[in-house]
């Protein structure tokens, strides 16, 4: 299935196993394992071992925030992956109607593909900074932690009196490992290993999802704005017109009843927008309240951590990018979800600024509705309690801060 928006989307849903092959496909028993291998691994078995290891780590506060952090994030994760399996077929389905041809306005002197270009650089631009984000923290973490294996192992290994010894070196994250770890060097370095291809597969399913949500308002905006400039441009159509004909008395009837046909496939066009966001609404609702909510928790805690530790510390770092990457997450979230209801808006004065004043009387009334229409603002909301604009962003990062500042006081 070609998808020229959303080629990267795919590819990145691919890569972390997320994306369901056809069944035509020549490897597709293949594409199914290795799908069932990374979504059972780093987000049910993972999972599970992140809050076995909640108990183990409640002995040491920064411990037990750090592997709090680390759960909610698998927990919010391991929810996307059930809503985007449940709804995955309605999304596909949003994708192709999006995405269909006869969803342009070349008759009114729009360019679609400009308008859409540019909010593919765009969205392509944050899925692959937040790809290299999403890299870097776990293979950040592996790489220091190794680094320490290989360097000053020695120092981490304790011999007791039965002649045995233990590794000491502490994991770059808490979780439950199913073999002896401490045994060994060697063990600790694969269960390093272990961690961190975990983390790395789960911020790739993060990304994966996370961007396919960004592509779609993405579209949807960009969708908006064309709609706008062929509601504006849905009345120049008198010099093609007037070319063909001379008599003024069939010219005007030819020109009212061409502005009358752009105008409705415009009001067309648009309703299916409407129908796209109520439907965007639905899906994406409930997970954007659960990731403002864990987002919240995470930066305040992601702050409260990075404070408490001391500079040049190993774990420094690995705080530091995940805290780098919760914001780009949310920031991400918040813009898309503001541009889509800008650009709504922008619908009622791109038509007011038609040259509607000589157009028929069936043209104005569809004119008049569709701006009342449009004075309810279209958006996706948090949970159905407030619209997800730039707002929302702010008020993360001043509540987070807030609890922090009180946190840090007492």
């Excluded at 691919?14 to 987000?43: F, H, Q, R, T």
């Excluded at 183990?56 to 399996?85: C, H, R």
């Excluded at 960004?214 to 008198?238: D, G, I, Q, Y």
Aim: with cysteine.
């Amino acid at each position: 299935m070609e998808m020229g928006f959303f080629d990267l989307n795919v590819k990145i849903l691919k890569l972390s196993g997320l994306w369901v092959p056809d069944k035509e496909d020549s490897n597709y028993m293949i594409l199914v394992i290795y799908n069932s291998i990374c979504v059972c691994y780093s987000m049910i078995y993972f999972t599970i071992a992140e809050l076995v290891a909640l108990k183990e780590s409640a002995s040491d506060l920064n411990d037990l925030i750090a592997n709090l952090n680390m759960t909610m994030s698998f927990i919010l994760t391991l929810a996307k992956v059930f809503g985007w399996f449940y709804y995955r077929k309605n999304i596909v389905r949003i994708i192709k109607l999006l995405e269909a041809k006869e969803n342009t306005f070349s008759e009114n002197n729009v360019d679609n593909e400009n308008i859409i270009s540019e909010k593919k650089r765009f969205k392509n631009i944050w899925t692959k900074s937040f790809f290299i984000v999403a890299s870097l923290v776990p293979i950040s973490a592996g790489i220091l932690s190794l680094t320490d294996t290989v360097i000053s192992g020695n120092k981490y290994i304790n011999y007791q009196n039965d002649s045995t010894t233990i590794y000491l070196q502490k994991l770059p994250y808490h979780s439950w490992i199913p073999f002896n770890y401490a045994s060994s060097k060697y063990s600790f370095s694969f269960a390093v290993i272990t961690q961190c291809l975990a983390l790395l597969n789960c911020g790739y399913i993060t990304v994966g999802l996370d961007m396919m949500f960004v592509a779609l308002v993405s579209l949807v905006t960009a969708h908006f704005t064309v709609c706008s400039m062929a509601f504006e441009k849905s009345t120049n159509v008198r010099r093609e017109i007037s070319k063909q004909l001379k008599d003024s008395f069939v010219y005007q009837k030819v020109l009212m009843r061409e502005c009358d046909k752009r105008i409705k496939k415009c009001v067309k066009h648009l309703q299916v927008l409407i129908g796209v966001c109520q439907e965007l609404e639905t899906i994406y609702s409930p997970l954007v309240l659960l990731q403002v909510l864990i987002s919240l928790v995470v930066l305040c805690t992601c702050l409260y951590l990075v404070s408490s530790l001391p500079i040049g510390m190993r774990l420094l770092g690995n705080e530091l990018a995940y805290l780098l990457a919760i914001e780009i997450q949310v920031a991400t979230y918040s813009y898309v979800g503001n541009e889509l209801t800008y650009s709504a808006l922008e619908i009622p004065t791109a038509i007011y600024q038609s040259k509607w004043s000589s157009t028929s009387l069936d043209f104005k009334k569809i004119m008049l509705i569709t701006m009342m229409r449009m004075q309810k603002p279209v958006h996706i909301s948090v949970g159905k309690f407030s619209a997800l604009t730039l707002n929302t962003f702010v008020m993360i990062a001043k509540t987070s801060y807030s609890i922090f500042a009180v946190l840090k006081g007492n």
